[in-house]
């Protein structure tokens, strides 16, 4: 038997007042310096982020975040969960959890990246709470998504919860491992009863950017956006378009070979991608 | 080509396992081919080539020979390379009663995968 060894990762339960209601979420972090919070996919958790806060090179220069949304990962759903038909997930509640988290967390304009739904959010925030963040960080982020599947099949007693995973397998880029690519899929596969199904609320109804992209004022808040190839649903086409709505030079990054979960299916590929953009939010 | 699938995928123990409820008949539509494909325990039993008088099937996946055929390359190109893709790019129509399809939906996507020219 050979020793253990721990990872720098430490994580913790953060206890705070959001939404209305007590909450109890799960924190891990690593490092120190600017800090860089970390927003998961729909039906995720925070285990995707675990290379970031595993690199030395970027913990060296930024506290790395990142917290399992409420009903997701190791946070609790907020008590009386049991009393709501279904958990959904709406833009209002997804920015008041970030800028909760941070406020709650003392963190000095903090950096925001969001994959997915996360890199949806962050454009939210970049628009709404621009004096909150330094810059925020898109992956797999567009303006919308339209539907292209029924989101049903995800949630209901005679289909499996696996179904999650079974559904975004394919959103997995050929680049990934396969010791990468099942770690994700397992993240969704332990995702709770219709909760993948009600993120998607989000991305697919309530959280159409679209018509404000051009608001954004990218002086006060810079925008990085980073899309996978292979994604086809947040598509390089769509990232493409978030940049030319939002204008101001804001560029899209298109990551040959990754597809919608760069940071968990390909970490040494994605984090090549992501140090030049660290290196420009240090240096700004 | 198609014929080939019952023994690429029974020969898969993993496969097997995992659509081991499964008892279904769907249709594969290639183009203008259909072919019908008989599961049983998971296991691919009979395989049957159109055209058919009153086929008899619980979904049916049809999508043009020219599509099939990018999926079942070596190493399909993005939008080609997942049943979900030719979904999301409307290459890909599922028709009927799709519960087998969702609730084995790792299975379908690995056994169609089979085909694939390296598989």
């Known amino acids: 038997m050979s020793a253990g060894v721990f990872e720098p990762i430490v994580g913790r339960y953060l206890r705070l007042e959001m939404l209305g209601k007590p909450h109890r979420l799960y924190v891990e972090e690593a490092g120190s310096g600017i800090p860089l919070l970390c927003l998961h996919t729909a039906g995720s958790d925070a285990r995707q982020y675990r290379a970031i806060l595993n690199d030395p090179e970027i913990t060296s220069r930024f506290r790395v975040i990142a917290f399992d949304l409420p009903w997701h990962g190791k946070s609790s759903p907020p008590e009386g969960w049991q009393l709501l038909p279904e958990y959904r997930l709406t833009a209002a509640e997804y920015r008041e959890i970030v800028t909760s988290v941070s406020k709650a967390m003392g963190l000095d304009r903090p ?26 960080i898109g ?7 339209d539907p292209y599947y029924d989101t049903q099949w995800l949630y209901r007693p005679d289909v499996h919860g696996e179904v999650s995973a079974a559904v975004v397998s394919g ?5 990934a491992t396969e010791g990468n690519r099942w770690e994700t899929l397992w993240h969704y596969m332990q995702g709770g009863p219709g909760i993948f199904k009600g993120d998607l609320y989000f991305y697919k109804v309530d959280g159409d950017i679209r018509p404000r992209l051009g608001e954004i004022d990218t002086g006060r808040c810079p925008v990085y956006l980073l899309t996978g190839e292979y994604d086809y649903s947040c598509t390089p086409e769509d990232t493409k378009a978030a940049a030319a709505a939002i204008g101001q030079g804001t560029e899209a990054v298109i990551m040959e070979g990754m597809g919608h979960f760069p940071m968990s299916e390909d970490p040494e590929g994605f984090l090549a991608h992501l140090r030049p953009v660290l290196d420009r939010i240090e240096q700004s | 080509m198609i014929e080939q699938l019952a023994e690429r995928a029974n020969d898969d123990a993993l496969l097997v396992h995992r659509g081991r409820f499964l008892d279904t008949t769907f249709l594969l539509g290639v183009g203008d081919q259909d072919w019908l494909v008989r599961i049983v325990d998971g296991r691919v039993v009979k395989i049957d080539q159109g055209p058919f008088v009153m ?15 990018a999926f079942w390359s070596a190493a399909p190109r993005p939008g080609f390379h997942d049943l979900f893709a030719l979904i999301r790019f409307r290459r890909l129509a599922v028709e009927g009663d ?12 690995a056994l169609l995968a089979k085909l694939r020219r390296t598989a």
């Open chain 1, 111 to 136: 950096v925001v990246m969001g994959c997915s739904i996360g890199g949806r959010i962050v454009l939210h925030l970049a628009l709404e709470h621009p004096e909150e963040f330094r810059a925020v």
């Open chain 1, 171 to 175: 959103l997995i880029g050929p680049s």
């Open chain 2, 55 to 69: 086929p008899r099937y619980t979904f049916a996946l049809r999508a043009s020979a020219a599509d099939w055929d």
């Open chain 2, 98 to 109: 799709m519960h087998d399809f969702m609730a084995n939906l790792f299975y379908f996507k």
């Open chain 1, 139 to 145: 992956l797999q982020s567009g303006g919308h998504v």
